[in-house]
């Protein structure tokens, strides 16, 4: 069972900085990529930003140059630090985690998506 765990979220005045925290555990073989997505009242969810595990990156527009995303391999961990957050940021965070595993027995492996359960980020003054 795997299980993904954001934290970091909360409330920041416009132009401020927050940063959120992914962890995931369980039993894997590789976690092929992590990223965050967020989603604002009555919208769809969409992508902020991944990272994959050799470290190729893709932002979204509305992100690009105020977020920044990394990775920590050895902890299963990803973080997006937010600067210069504007109030159309607000949203849930959701980090999502591309899992990997083998099965040994027939040297075969198969991936699936896990996600975490949302943390609320709001930009107001």
């Known amino acids: 069972q795997v299980r993904v765990v954001e934290s970091g979220g909360g409330l920041v005045q416009p132009g401020g900085s927050l940063r959120l925290s992914c962890a995931a555990s369980g039993s894997m073989f590789r976690i092929n990529a992590m990223g965050w997505y967020r989603q604002a009242p009555v919208k769809q969810r969409e992508l902020v930003a991944f990272i994959t595990h050799g470290g190729r990156i893709n932002y979204a527009d509305s992100v690009q140059g105020r977020f920044t995303i990394s990775r920590d391999n050895a902890k299963d961990t990803v973080y997006l630090q937010m600067n210069s957050l504007k109030p159309e940021d607000t949203a849930v965070y959701y980090c999502?985690?591309?899992?990997?595993?083998?099965?040994?027995?027939?040297?075969?492996?198969?991936?699936?998506?896990?996600w975490g359960q949302g943390t609320q980020v709001t930009v107001s003054s």
């Open positions: 999502n985690a591309a899992v990997m595993f083998a099965d040994y027995d027939t040297d075969t492996y198969h991936a699936n998506d896990y």
